[in-house]
């Protein structure tokens, strides 16, 4: 299987943050939010703000290696359990993607009521979220735009 690659610029990704909080504006009210570091911190910026959510904290988790290979997952921190609440009712979790679910299964194994949230979705961690944005192949590599600089780019038939 050949690795993909999905780049996402800052504009659409925010276009993707929006369309999330709309969906999600329905579900709720919300009690308050807790944003997956690091990829979930940006959309839960722009959800967060969307949906006028003000209680917001980190469930820190560290899932990739150091060459972006999937490694054993840790918790770094959990969310206070003032906001984990009754096993999460009514909590919001966010999340820019899920992969394997390796980082969604955790969170359902703490926090089995609340509402997860990411907007990309592979196949193989799909039933672990309950919205999403967009679906990708499971063998797509999406590049964030906090991973890209501005560069040229050669065209893709040379002149």
Avoid at 134 to 141: F, K, S
Wanted: some cysteine.
């Amino acid at each position: 299987m050949s690795q993909k690659n999905y780049q996402v610029s800052w504009d659409q990704f925010h276009r993707d943050a929006r369309t999330l909080a709309r969906r999600l504006m329905d579900l709720g009210p919300f009690r308050g939010m807790a944003a997956v570091t690091r990829g979930g911190l940006v959309p839960a910026a722009i959800v967060a703000r969307e949906l006028n959510l003000r209680l917001i904290d980190t469930f820190c988790v560290a899932s990739y290696g150091a060459d972006n290979d999937l490694a054993q997952t840790k918790i770094l921190k959990r969310i206070t359990a003032e906001l984990a609440g009754e096993e999460g009712q009514g909590l919001l979790v966010i999340d820019d993607l899920v992969d394997t679910g390796t980082t969604a299964r955790l969170i359902r194994e703490q926090l089995p009521k609340a509402h997860i949230a990411t907007l990309y979705a592979k196949p193989m961690g799909l039933p672990l979220v309950d919205t999403f944005v967009m679906e990708v192949a499971q063998e797509t590599w999406i590049d964030f735009p906090w991973d890209l600089g501005l560069d040229f780019q050669a065209p893709l038939v040379p002149r």
